[in-house]
């Protein structure tokens, strides 16, 4: 499939030059309607004061005599993994491979009992939330990401499909994994998610304690041990002089001279993804000059 899409995918058209999607956007870039023209469906997004979507609403709806409240339960990475009843039954399942290709029902080894079975309640459901909670739009095969759009339905592609927005911070320069654009969380999708397209984060874990993990790869064990995140996120080094920077290793080079730059500063922050996961950020900001 060729697509095209205009600013910010608020028009996606397919080879024939098929509107097959309408998206429309509030100020913070959030998507707050869709439109499909095969099915007519209109669906509206609804979101707190804090940026949370907390609600859908389509004018496609199910039958009084039909309609059933049902919960999703969500792994590590936020993708749904089992959806249940009002009961406590389950109604079906889903498995996804490490870059979220949904495991079909098919035999791992052929001639082999199907390890994925109805009776093990993978069945097909219409929930729209897959892989990390990215939102399939059934209309083009992809997820969308809120800043550009993720391919792993059917195609195995595994990435997003257009570049980070956020492109090169100076951050990344010493973190090669994140120089690929359309690369996914440096290529772990087991410890990362990117929630909005943009930049990875941490699944699970305290900011603080793991900020080397991915700011930090290719420093020796002396290195790690001077670089200090205080109690508000701010990352120092413990001793300035303490590594000959000549004799230093590229990655702590870079990072003690942003520390050391008067007009820039590292800072790590923590943010709630869903009600039990913890996540973390890198930002650095030019500060003002007196």
């Known amino acids: 499939m060729c697509l095209r899409w205009r600013e910010q995918a608020e028009e996606v058209r397919d080879a024939a030059n098929n509107v097959i999607g309408r998206y429309f956007y509030d100020g913070d870039g959030r998507r707050v309607k869709k439109y499909v023209p095969s099915t007519g469906e209109t669906t509206i997004f609804v979101y707190d004061v804090s940026g949370k979507l907390v609600a859908e609403y389509s004018i496609i709806v199910e039958p ?79 997820d969308f990401a809120e800043a550009r759009y993720y391919s792993n339905y059917s195609n195995q592609h595994g990435r997003f499909i257009s570049t980070d927005p956020i492109l090169i911070k ?58 200090r995140v205080l109690a508000n996120g701010r990352v120092v080094l413990k001793n300035p002089n303490a590594i000959n920077l000549q004799n230093a290793s590229y990655a702590y080079q870079e990072i003690a001279g942003i520390i050391n730059n008067r007009n820039l500063t590292i800072n790590v922050y923590s943010v709630a993804r869903g009600q039990t996961a913890q996540a973390f950020h890198i930002k650095m900001h030019t500060t003002a000059q007196a």
Request: with cysteine; hydrophobic share 35%.
């Open 64 to 142: 009084p005599a039909t309609a059933k409240v049902s919960y999703l339960t969500n792994d590590h990475l936020g993708s749904p993994r089992i959806l249940t009843d009002a009961n406590g039954r389950v109604i079906s399942r889903r498995d996804f491979h490490p870059f979220g290709e949904e495991i079909g029902t098919l035999a791992v080894v052929p001639g082999s009992p199907q390890s994925r079975t109805a009776a093990l309640g993978y069945t097909t459901n219409t929930i729209r939330q897959k892989f990390t909670s990215y939102e399939r739009d059934n209309e083009s095969g992809l």
């Open 170 to 227: 100076k951050d990344r320069l010493v973190d090669p994994q994140r120089l690929n654009l359309y690369a996914y969380v440096r290529n772990n999708p087991f410890k990362f998610v990117d929630s909005i397209g943009e930049d990875l984060v941490l699944a699970n874990r305290n900011a603080r304690g793991t900020f080397r993990q991915v700011m930090a790869c290719g420093l020796t064990q002396a290195e790690r041990n001077n670089i």
